[in-house]
């Protein structure tokens, strides 16, 4: 546990992956996005980055597992979409309130 009592992990690049630029450029874009995302609640906090390692807010489940698990309701569904459908929003208007200028790609 963190020192605000949530439970933090630790995520890292394989050892069997290249340590390039790209991937590199990649892990830190992530990270500062994070950074600048840590009022949404729609987004994890990130506590750290060092190179390829990021220490990020635990997630008990990711949306995939709640989406593909056949007992999830429709509403349960429908209250996913929208949340992550204002996390997007969140990222979309990381420098200006509008959404229309995003300055952040994502894939």
């Known amino acids: 546990n963190y020192k605000n009592g949530k439970s933090i992990v630790v995520k890292m690049l394989h050892f069997n992956r290249d340590f390039d630029h790209?991937?590199?450029?990649?892990?830190?874009?992530?990270?500062?996005?994070?950074?600048?995302l840590s009022s949404s609640q729609f987004v994890l906090d990130s506590y750290g980055f060092c190179g390829q390692t990021v220490f990020v807010e635990w997630a008990p489940i990711s949306a995939r597992d709640i989406l593909k698990n056949v007992s999830t309701g429709s509403y349960q569904r429908l209250k996913l979409a929208r949340d992550l459908a204002q996390g997007l929003d969140h990222i979309h208007s990381?420098?200006?309130?509008?959404?229309?200028?995003?300055?952040?790609?994502?894939?």
């Open 22 to 36: 790209q991937s590199y450029s990649y892990h830190q874009t992530d990270a500062m996005a994070m950074e600048r």
């Open 94 to 107: 990381i420098d200006y309130d509008s959404g229309k200028d995003a300055t952040l790609a994502h894939n």
